[in-house]
């Protein structure tokens, strides 16, 4: 093969290849999901407190009150008052980014902005928090916008 035939398949293979990896960008599936909005919250309630309580004891944090939300465009939130608000929709995420967003608020008891000595203290108690991230990055949209079936 000539140098420029060479070029030609890899370019062809190049194409073909990212046309693959294209089709293969995973899916979260969840058009066919059948959930009950009130299963899930009671769920994510559980799985919240138990896993806020154990991680606002290793931050020297306290928190007023737990609140699961249904909001389209909000995983997590902290009030100055101290209530912790979560999306429901985090029952449906994979647990460690359920778990990264909890931790995620409770260091906002400590540091109320996004700084870096908020970032210091995520990377203490999560140090993989960017895996999440991005996982929400890619997957938040869809997640967002998945309406339960009752
Ligand atoms: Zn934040």
Known sequence: MSR????QVLR???????EQRRRQVPRLGLAGLAVSESAARIA???LISTLAEEEAERLGVAYRRI???GQRTLWGSCSPG???SFN????LAPAEVLDYVVVHELCHLRVPNHSRRFWE?????RPHWREQRDWL????PELLAFRASE
């Open 4 to 7: 420029f035939e060479v070029d």
């Open 12 to 18: 062809d293979k190049r194409a073909w290849i990212e």
């Open 44 to 46: 994510a309630r559980e």
């Open 67 to 69: 609140r699961i939300g």
């Open 82 to 84: 101290g209530t912790l």
């Open 88 to 91: 429901w929709r985090l029952v």
């Open 121 to 125: 203290l995520v990377e203490w108690r």
């Open 137 to 140: 990055r890619r997957h938040g």
